[in-house]
């Protein structure tokens, strides 16, 4: 059974850095693209950012040089680090992995539960 289990959210101030983390089991998640995405209230679910199985990684433009993803494969776990956060970052964020292998992101594919990020200013 695949499970992904994002964790390291909290309530930051603006300006301030927050990592979160996505745990996987049950799959070797290095093989997939992993990604990440947020949903503030009211909103739809927003790319954030992915990393693919040789390792680039792409990001959307409103995180990009601030928001870096990477891997730790011994520990089946991908990471987001968010520096300079802002209010409009706040969101419930989650982790996927593309199970398709297809580069593209599908409501079928594992989500984790999500981990609340609050931004204040």
């Known amino acids: 059974q695949v499970q992904l289990v994002e964790s390291g959210g909290g309530l930051v101030q603006a300006g301030d850095s927050l990592r979160l983390s996505c745990a996987a089991s049950?799959?070797?998640?290095?093989?997939?693209?992993m990604g990440w995405f947020r949903q503030a209230p009211g909103k739809e679910r927003e790319f954030v950012g992915a990393i693919r199985p040789d390792g680039s990684r792409y990001y959307s433009d409103s995180v990009k040089v601030r928001f870096i993803i990477f891997r730790d494969s011994a520990k089946n776990t991908v990471y987001l680090q968010m520096n300079s956060l802002k209010p409009e970052d706040t969101a419930v964020y989650y982790c996927a992995l593309d199970r398709h292998n297809s580069g593209t992101w599908r409501d079928d594919d594992f989500w984790g539960q999500g981990t609340q990020v609050t931004v204040s200013s």
């Open positions: 049950g799959i070797t998640f290095s093989r997939y693209p």
